[in-house]
């Protein structure tokens, strides 16, 4: 089993839709990543947090430390969010980055 | 600032050959990682540097070695390539270790 599992795989939303990715990790972590990866593949950070929530524009990010669980919401969401994201933990026996292995997100116009 | 850079965009290696990518940071940073992305396993850490003179393994670092050149520039070595280093590596820096990632665009190694 994977340390970190992210739900859905795959996701087609209409334009304008709230959108909501999962990740879900089973070892202790200091910290929390969500990566974007745009389809020429390019990754870019998007938020780092350890407890709580943050907020950047259309994108929301919290995270629950006691159930091991982070959600990512996009609201109103547009084409231009189509991308893979990428939660990924710092923890586990080696106290280092492990990702999960990304949901593909297409908006559809 | 150019941010992350890395040479070469793309390599096509035959087994046994040797190569350097290339990784340089001119955000000051102190920490920088290399990373190899495969499909369906996500991103997988294969060296670290935490600071300038000091490297530490991740996850899959057989086949690989690393060269802490100064606090710009971070490489990666393959010293005899074989298909299954056939991938798309990404180097990162960070301020500090494991903080907000910096990515490269990414080099496409495909070994025959």
């Known amino acids: 089993k994977n340390e970190v599992e992210q739900s859905p795989q795959n996701l087609t939303a209409q334009e304008g839709e709230f959108i909501t990715i999962n990740c879900s990790y089973s070892?202790?972590?200091?910290?929390l990543h969500w990566l974007q990866q745009h389809p020429g593949g390019g990754i870019v950070s998007l938020f780092m947090?350890?407890?709580g929530k943050k907020k950047h524009g259309r994108l929301i990010a919290t995270i629950n430390i006691q159930e091991k669980h982070s959600s990512l919401h996009i609201t109103a969401s547009h084409p231009r969010d189509s991308a893979v994201y990428i939660c990924a933990v710092v923890g586990g026996a080696t106290n280092k980055l492990i990702f999960g292995t990304g949901t593909l997100l297409a908006v559809q116009p | 600032n150019a941010g992350v850079t890395q040479t070469p965009k793309f390599q096509v290696l035959k087994t046994g050959q040797s190569m350097t990518l290339q990784c340089a940071q001119d955000?000051?940073?102190?920490?920088m990682y290399w990373y190899r992305q495969d499909p369906g396993m996500g991103l997988r850490l294969i060296y670290y540097s935490a600071s300038e003179g000091t490297t530490d393994k991740g996850e899959v670092p057989n086949g690989y070695n690393v060269s802490r050149l100064n606090k710009r520039e971070f490489s990666l070595r393959l010293e005899s390539a074989a298909p299954s280093q056939t991938s798309v590596y990404f180097c990162?820096?960070?301020?500090?270790?494991?903080?907000?990632?910096?990515f490269g665009p990414g080099t496409r190694l495909t070994v025959l």
């Open positions: 070892v202790g972590i200091s910290a």
């Open positions: 955000m000051n940073h102190n920490s």
């Open positions: 990162a820096s960070s301020d500090w270790a494991y903080n907000e990632q910096f």
């Open positions: 947090l350890s407890s």
